[in-house]
Structures are given as C-alpha cells and as structure tokens.
C-alpha cells in the first residue's frame, strides 16, 4: 500500500554512505588478493531445484526465464572454462522472504577459490569481516574490537544444546523434541527429519551463539549437503559450513562438488522431492552439468554472504531495511 512517503528511501541517507564505503571495501579486499571480480546473467532457463527455494518465473520472447537465488551456476560455469579466483557482488531474488532479515531482493556477496578447503574460506570469511570492522559507524557502541572465529562441528552445537546427534536421531525423538521446545505440535503432524532439524537448530541452538563472535557450523548432515562434496572420512556429514555472526546467519559455504553425474542425481532428488510435495519441478541447468561433464570444474571451494546482514551488522541496524535504499514495500 502506498503513502505520503512511500517514495522515502528506507534507509537513512547517512546510512547508504556507509553502504557504498562498505562495498567499495569488500572490493578492495578482493582486488588485494587478486580475485577477479565478474558479473553474470540474472535471468536463465534454469531455476533453483532447491526443495527450500522458489524462483521468480519472467516471461520473455524466448519463453520463460528465471530470476536468478544466486549466481553459484553460472559462476561455477565460469570456473570450468578456467577463469580462476573469481567473486561477484549481486542483487539475487527469493519470493516469499520478508522479515526482519529477508527481503526478496538482496545483495549477495559470492566468491570461489580454487584449491581451498571449505576450512580455508572460512578464514578469509572471517578476514573479510575483521577488515571491514574499520568502515562502521564510529558510534556503533554494539561492535567490538575484534571478532574471534569459533569452529563447532553441526552435531557437536546440536548435541551440548538439546542432549542428542542429530545424525542418529529418530523422526520420533525429533518431534518430541520439538514439542518439548514449544516448536511444534502433535496437531501439525510430522515434520521430515531435515525439516525438523533445520528448525530445531534456527529456533534452539544457533540462537545461543556468543554475539560478539563469529561461529563457524561445519560438517552438516549428508543429507544437507545441497551442492557440497562429502566428507571423505565422514561420509555421513558433508563439507559444508555456515557463518554465523551472534545468532546471526552470514554465510554458506561448500567444499564443491565437481561430479556431473552425482550433481544430476542430486538436482533430480530435488526435483522428486518437490513433487512429493506437491511443488513445480524446477528445469535444472543443463549448461552447467555440461561444463562439469565438459570442461571439469576444478577443486575449490564457494562461499555466499548476504551482505545486507551484514551490514546490519556493522551499522547495528535492527531491520534490514534500514540497511537498503529501497525496500519491498517502498520498490
């Protein structure tokens, strides 16, 4: 609905400078290392499979494309046909996300490196944030000098929090975790065991992190692995890790998958799963499974930061629109 002052930016102007300073510091970072920044299309044939995710669908001349969740496809395109250390800064697209922390258009901060581990990135995540510390609000009284980067494995967090391995439990003991944290009830049915799990972990257990530390969660159940390759040893979990600043979500990150013939199979489990569910088989990126099968990506490892969040972050914003020129409703 529109008002008087709809067209008010939502974000004070004081804070849009410290925006650009914010952004123009990530790409120093990046250029200091010798990433190479690219840019690529945010419309495509293909859209996400992911069971969590929706894409917005355009209409074209050329038929339907899709607003892209994120550039990972494309980018891992380029990474086969040999374009090395590369990053992109990018407005992404996920319908149905308002909120305190969402919005359904948001920049994106990705980047790829190749022969780190997913251990390697999490360092440099947490680089980046450290150098960016400097370009805040000098009032920002909630900001501290340092951030230390904590590392707990996802079942260990899960464990010390609720008293069970979420690898082993049972859908029963789940939902009786759930009910005895006030999450879910007998009424609402059965959760799947991942489902269960992701809320059990967003509402009781990332929510106790210390604020002023960045926590890194790794070795997510296999089940949860999205586009991570499994751990050799460990085959049960997967080398995915996500950041987290407080009890804030920052970032997700993957030790890649390069194998076209599991990454099918996955994208196809995807697209199974949506339709026991009831949603819309997504097409999957054919051009991307022929640069794996084609032109072999190499090993590396991709991370995503949403850098709205953090930007709250830094600016000690309570909503993230105040941290964007124009949000949903103002757009």
């Known amino acids: 609905m529109f008002t008087s002052d ?31 920044e690219v840019n690529t299309p945010s419309l495509s044939r293909a859209a996400t499979t992911d069971v969590h995710l929706d894409s917005y669908r355009v209409e074209t001349d050329s038929g339907p494309r899709y607003l892209h969740t994120s550039p990972e ?6 990474l086969a046909a040999g374009v090395g250390d590369c990053y992109q800064l990018c407005a992404v697209f996920r319908p149905s996300e308002q909120g305190r922390y969402h919005n359904p258009e948001f920049t994106l901060l990705e980047w790829y490196r190749t022969a780190y581990s997913i251990d390697d990135l999490i360092v440099e995540t947490a680089a980046l944030i450290r150098a960016l510390l400097p370009l805040a609000p000098a009032d920002n009284s909630a900001l501290p000098a340092d951030l230390p980067l904590v590392s707990v494995r996802y079942s260990d967090a899960f464990k010390a929090r609720l008293g069970l391995c979420p690898l082993a439990a049972t859908e029963h003991e789940l ?10 009830s007998k009424e609402q049915g059965i959760l799947p065991k991942d489902s269960a799990l992701d809320l059990l972990f967003s509402q009781a257990v990332s929510r106790h992190f210390p604020e002023r530390q960045l926590t890194a969660v790794t070795h997510y159940p296999a089940s949860q692995a999205a586009l991570a390759q499994l751990t050799p040893d460990d085959p049960a979990t997967a080398q995915r890790s996500e950041l987290y600043w407080g009890q804030v979500e920052l970032a997700n ?8 013939d599991e990454q099918r199979a996955r994208f196809e489990a995807d697209n199974r799963e949506r339709k026991a569910k009831g ?6 990126d054919e051009c991307f499974l022929q640069a794996l099968k084609q032109g072999g990506m190499p090993d590396c490892s991709g991370i995503a930061l949403g850098v709205d969040r953090l930007m709250m972050k830094l600016l000690d914003a309570d909503q993230i629109q105040a941290v964007m020129a124009f949000d949903a409703s103002r757009a």
């Open 279 to 284: 949603l819309i088989e997504q097409p999957m």
């Open 175 to 184: 939902q009786t975790l759930l009910h005895d944290n006030g999450l879910w």
């Open 6 to 36: 709809s067209w008010q930016p939502s974000a004070s102007i004081e804070a849009l400078r410290h925006r650009a300073r914010i952004l123009q510091g990530i790409r120093a970072f990046f250029d200091e290392r010798g990433v190479l």
């Open 253 to 260: 990150g993957f030790k890649e998958l390069t194998d076209a």
């Open 73 to 78: 496809l494309p980018m891992k395109r380029l």
